[in-house]
């Protein structure tokens, strides 16, 4: 299972955007996908997950407010908007792919993960 993550980049704090994870057709409505962020020195941290079937989602209280987590299943796409990027938002960001019922905020618990998109907050 090959994930596809892009659209990270470099934003000024306040500013947004929003990635994207390609996954293999139908995958979708058998796996739930999270998204994951790893800062230079420190552990990779759970931030959102969307549920394979009805949808439903889980974000970080970290970042509770400010991302969300949507999917469209006919593109085969999860995307993770971001908005009110502040500077401890850098970091590389993961799509990973995962059974239902996973702790979704568990790395460990995640099969399979795109290769990472770079996102720098900064003036």
């Known amino acids: 299972v090959q994930l596809q993550a892009s659209g990270g980049g470099l934003v000024p704090p306040g500013g947004s955007l929003r990635l994207s994870c390609v996954t293999p057709?139908?995958?979708?409505?058998?796996?739930?996908i999270g998204w994951f962020r790893q800062a230079p020195g420190k552990e990779r941290e759970g931030l959102a997950c969307?549920?394979?079937?009805?949808?439903?989602?889980d974000i970080a209280d970290s970042v509770r407010g400010r991302f969300s987590i949507s999917k469209d299943n006919a593109a085969n796409t999860v995307y993770l908007q971001m908005n009110w990027l502040m500077p401890e938002d850098t970091g590389a960001y993961y799509c990973?792919?995962?059974?239902?019922?996973?702790?979704?905020?568990?790395?460990?618990?995640?099969?399979?993960w795109g290769q990472g998109t770079q996102v720098t907050v900064s003036s």
């Open positions: 990973a792919a995962g059974p239902r019922g996973l702790r979704w905020s568990d790395y460990g618990e995640y099969q399979y």
């Open positions: 057709e139908l995958i979708l409505d058998y796996t739930n």
């Open positions: 969307i549920s394979a079937g009805d949808g439903s989602t």
